[in-house]
């Protein structure tokens, strides 16, 4: 079974990879598996300086899913670049980088650093949690392209824009950012949601709002590649519940190319690895020979063919 | 660390609302020292549930843990009878290797007192002495204290003073901390830094809680200030047990 696929930047030998911000810089799973497993690994958000995120609770659960309120912790782009990205590069694991940021200066200037250590960037301008910055630029088209334009300009290496779900139309920003120059694109981010504890009758995460995560946002997740496969020619690496290589077939379907595993990392640490080896059993079931056959399928589907296959 | 399905040897009620429950497998080989903690899956559970290490028996392969039932996910566990899916063991315990002191003086509120069993049982081994102070609400909440008594010194406080003294562990603090050359302390975090601020003279060490994700250092859910250079701990892997001047409480 040919689980290889060629993406921009990217020449991985499996479509799974950690999503950002779920996955750390990987030394804690590299406990539980090897990393060149993977077909690449997705870092936790870099910002310019570091950063200490919201207060606590920065968690909830919630019926099939989870709510966040990070706010982009991290060590800052120079001291990912010293000390996490040599680990990974040991492991002989593709690096995405995960960019955010406040301003588009800071995007800019975090690219410019962290994009000769890494083989692609994310671009992040859709973390709901942060006051400024982050989704703001994810949910006007024009700032979004602003922002996509002068970072595709000083990366080194492809720019995938990584969507935010919190808009009324996700297509009019996948061709924003495909006409700023992105090679690709990462859908979704996680929606804006609440959960009230009604001992106390407050919100639970320290936040306020937080961003869902998890199976409850699986079928948003593929509606909206459905929709942007359609509307635009970039690769999609998609994201959003998944938790079995059934899922990983549906994201194909839907219009991925790869995908990404976040929450359910936390659920089961060894999911990604085991995830990759149910994949070519699943794609034989459903009678594929390699993941690039089953990509759009869904799209490919000739009218009334179904009723042969079921 | 490992994921393990372990079988449940018994799980039975010991309090009001709180539960033994003991297991069955290979992880107890990984417990470094005590105050680890395990964190456990449930279906239906979209997140798992953090429960310290109370005692452990590496002869028998067996861990226990105490638990007293909060909400959905401790009660949903209370009806678990033959197996449970396990991580473990997580996170840095009490450096009971490293411990040197005459005398250790143990503060444990509600169920912050379960994982100062199995640290005061290895304490007493080294021959350290210990004099526990168990604070609870009620005496029908109350658990362990033949089990402290058997160590040493107990003092207990009730919030409604059904049992030992009306009121909270830092009221009897003051009183016990003379002779003691360090204290440990798991509880609520605002025990915890009454505890703290009592005894600033006193080396000890805290056992903290928070909301967690991942449970292994991941995902950032989990952090305290802390007054090193980096600015933060996670409470899942660089403690839940931190010297208390590493932390800002
Ligand atoms: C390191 C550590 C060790 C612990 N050891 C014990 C122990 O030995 N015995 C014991 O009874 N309890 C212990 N707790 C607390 C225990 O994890 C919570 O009581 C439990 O998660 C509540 O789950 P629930 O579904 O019943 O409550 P709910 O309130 O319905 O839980 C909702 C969510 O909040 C989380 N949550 C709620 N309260 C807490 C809390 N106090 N700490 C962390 N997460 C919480 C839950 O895990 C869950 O994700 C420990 C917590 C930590 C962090
Ligand atoms: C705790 C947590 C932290 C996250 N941090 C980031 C981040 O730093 N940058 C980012 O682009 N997305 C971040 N995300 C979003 C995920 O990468 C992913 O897009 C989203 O969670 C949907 O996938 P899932 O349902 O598999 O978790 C985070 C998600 C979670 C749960
Ligand atoms: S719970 Fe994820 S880092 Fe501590």
Redesign the interface.
């Known amino acids: 079974m040919n689980l290889s696929i060629k993406l921009p930047g990217l020449s991985i030998k499996n479509p799974i990879m950690p999503a950002s911000g779920c996955f750390a810089f990987g030394k804690e799973f590299s406990q539980c598996y090897d990393l060149s497993e993977l077909g690449a690994v997705i870092m936790k958000a870099a910002t310019k300086e570091k950063r200490f995120g919201n207060g606590t609770p920065r968690v909830a659960e919630t019926a099939s899913g989870m709510l966040n309120a990070i706010g982009l912790q991290n060590p800052g782009v120079e001291s990912i670049i010293r000390d996490e990205i040599p680990f990974l590069k040991e492991k002989g694991v593709p690096i995405m980088a995960n960019v955010a940021g406040r301003t588009v200066e800071e995007y800019v200037c975090v690219t410019e650093r962290i994009s000769p250590y890494v083989d692609a960037i994310e671009l992040n301008i859709s973390c709901p949690n942060v006051k400024e910055g982050g989704v703001q630029f994810g949910t006007h088209p024009q700032l979004a392209g602003e922002v996509i334009e002068q970072v595709v300009q000083v990366s080194h290496v492809p720019v995938y824009v990584k969507l935010s779900p919190n808009v009324t139309d996700i297509v009019e920003m996948a061709i924003a950012a495909s006409q700023a120059g992105a090679s690709g694109l990462s859908m979704i981010n996680t929606l804006t949601g609440m959960k009230i504890d009604p001992k106390t009758r407050t919100p639970v995460i320290a936040n306020g709002t937080g961003g869902l995560s998890g199976a409850a946002i699986k079928p948003i997740s593929i509606r909206m590649i459905h929709q942007v496969y359609q509307a635009v020619d970039l690769p999609i690496i998609g994201m959003g519940g998944i938790e079995s290589a059934e899922d990983v077939l549906e994201y194909l379907l839907a219009g991925a190319s790869a995908v990404a595993i976040g929450s359910a990392n936390f659920k089961n640490p060894f999911i990604c690895k085991e995830v990759i080896d149910h994949l070519p059993k699943t794609l034989e079931r459903y009678g594929f020979s390699s993941v690039e056959q089953a990509i759009g399928g869904v799209h490919h589907e000739k009218a009334g063919s179904h009723l042969l296959r079921s | 660390?490992i994921?393990e399905l372990m079988s449940i040897l018994s799980h039975e009620p010991l309090a009001e609302d709180t539960y033994r429950l003991v297991l069955h497998g290979k992880m107890v080989h990984e417990i470094k020292e005590p105050g680890q903690f395990v964190h456990i899956?449930m279906d239906g559970?979209?997140?798992?549930r953090p429960v310290s290490i109370s005692d452990y028996d590496p002869l028998n392969e067996t861990i226990t843990l105490i638990y007293k039932v909060m909400g959905d996910?401790t009660e949903a566990l209370t009806k678990q009878n033959h197996s449970l899916e396990v991580?473990g063991p997580l996170g840095q315990g009490f450096p009971i290797d490293q411990i040197h002191a005459n005398h250790a003086l143990l503060i444990g509120g509600g169920v912050g007192v379960p994982p100062l069993y199995s640290l005061a049982k290895q304490l007493r081994r080294k021959g350290v002495s210990v004099t526990s102070i168990l604070g609870f609400r009620s005496k029908e909440e109350a658990f362990l204290l033949e089990d402290f008594e058997a160590l040493g010194d107990v003092h207990i406080t009730t919030e409604n003073g059904t049992l030992g003294r009306c009121g909270r562990v830092t009221d009897v603090l003051s009183e016990m901390a003379g002779n003691c050359d360090m204290y440990f302390t798991c509880g609520p975090t605002a025990m915890l830094k009454a505890v703290a601020n009592d005894l600033p003279d006193t080396p000890g060490f805290l056992s903290m809680e928070?909301?967690?994700?991942?449970?292994?250092?991941?995902?950032?859910?989990?952090?305290?200030?802390s007054k090193d250079e980096?600015?933060?701990k996670r409470i899942c892997?660089d403690g839940p047990v931190f010297r208390a001047e590493e932390v800002v409480l």
Not at chain 2, 45 to 48: A, V
Request: glycine share 18%.
């Open positions: 660390m994921n899956r559970f979209y997140l798992r996910g991580l928070e909301r967690m994700g991942c449970g292994i250092g991941a995902c950032f859910a989990c952090v305290v200030p980096k600015g933060y892997c």
